[in-house]
């Protein structure tokens, strides 16, 4: 051994110390300068520093690949944080990326480095321990110390090589993860804008329906009072159709008031020309037979010749049977086998006297008859020639009685 003492062993034990310090970026810069100083001429340390380096260069690396086997986001990968860091959309709203995964790796690294800072003083212990019992024995010289010195040298620098192609994968590794950092940062900033914008569109939308229900309530209650006044107005619309309806009935009674009150009227004036006439004929008609139920019809005419005639008829309608009837008056020549002349049917002059009229004024057919007869006809049926029952016969022949 190169050190021999005690004062010897704690001083190389100090350097053993700084060897793991070294291998996990715990050292110094004058620290770092030391141990090199040192290990140039100390051939035990440049192997120790040679294990450190071994260690940091695999166990870090699965102990890191161990985490990113629990599904994390792989930190080798730009691609994959760029995808981590994208601002997922569920139901059409954003959801803020989730950074607990990236922590996760993050401490997941520093764990394996202590992991490994505890490894490594561990077997600094340990190497101090058998440096110790190593010490107790006595030194076998070896002649191959030199090659071996220049093997660890070389191992040595292999394995520094190793550790600054380590150390420049940790550093883009690095990059990758400040990258990420930052997009996650945009991503959030991003997902924090579109939150405060889709929460002011929601409370516009929310200010906005609830205008809409105050209009609809508005409008819901004016439709409603519109239809009470319509309710209210129909009503009084069926009140007016009833008194119109009324009205129109007394007016309807009225005209036919009026039109009765014409035709008597006109008969009267009729009856007057007659009555004025010098060729007036009065005739009586007496019945032909009474009715099943004892009523006796019968009638008078008052005629002008050639001119004018009209004729009145009392209780033609004495049964039930002929509620519905109607009465045809009808005149022909005697003895001259010409057709009949139809000369109208009896209209109800007063009911309560149940006496009914006939005015005909066609001279030329009074000219061609001298006979006159009335016959019961049915009411729903249209009469061109007598069918029904005789109830009265008069002659016009005679000379006139009232001249």
Known sequence: MPHKGLFQVRSHRAYEGLCAKAAYGGASDDEFDQLMEHAQSCADCRALLRDFM??????????????????????????????????????????????????????????????????LTTY??????????????PAIPSHNNTGTDNAREREISTAIAGLKGQLQVAEHRIGEFQSELRNTREATSAAE???????????????????????????ASAVENLEQQIADKETILKSRDVALATLAGRVTETTEQLNHQREINAALSKAQELI???????ISVPP??????GSRPFGRILYAEGKELMFYGYDLAGSSELANATFHVWGEKIGSGGPVSNLGVFK???????????????ANVLAKIDRIFVTIEPGSEAVTKPGGKKILIAYLGDKPNHP
Not at 193 to 214: F, G, P
Not at 288 to 293: N, Q, R, V, Y
Not at 348 to 362: H, Q, V, Y
């Open 193 to 219: 804008s579109d939150k405060a914008q889709l929460l002011a569109r929601i409370e516009s939308y929310e200010k906005t329906i609830a205008e809409n229900q105050r209009i609809a309530q508005e409008q």
């Open 54 to 119: 071994r260690i940091i260069a695999n166990v870090v690396p699965q102990v890191a690949e161990a985490y990113s086997r629990t599904g994390l986001t792989p930190v080798n990968s730009i691609d994959g944080a760029r995808a981590t860091a994208a601002v997922p959309r569920i139901g059409g709203r954003l959801k803020p990326p989730r950074m607990r995964r990236r922590w996760l790796v993050l401490v997941a690294s520093c764990a394996a480095v202590i992991l490994c800072a505890v490894l």
């Open 124 to 137: 600094v212990r340990l190497k101090g321990l058998d440096r110790e019992r190593s010490t107790a024995a």
């Open 348 to 362: 109800n002059d007063d009911k309560a006297d149940s006496r009914w009229r006939l005015t005909f004024g066609d």
């Open 276 to 282: 004025a006439a010098r060729d007036l004929h009065l």
């Open 288 to 293: 032909m037979e009474p009715h099943t139920e």
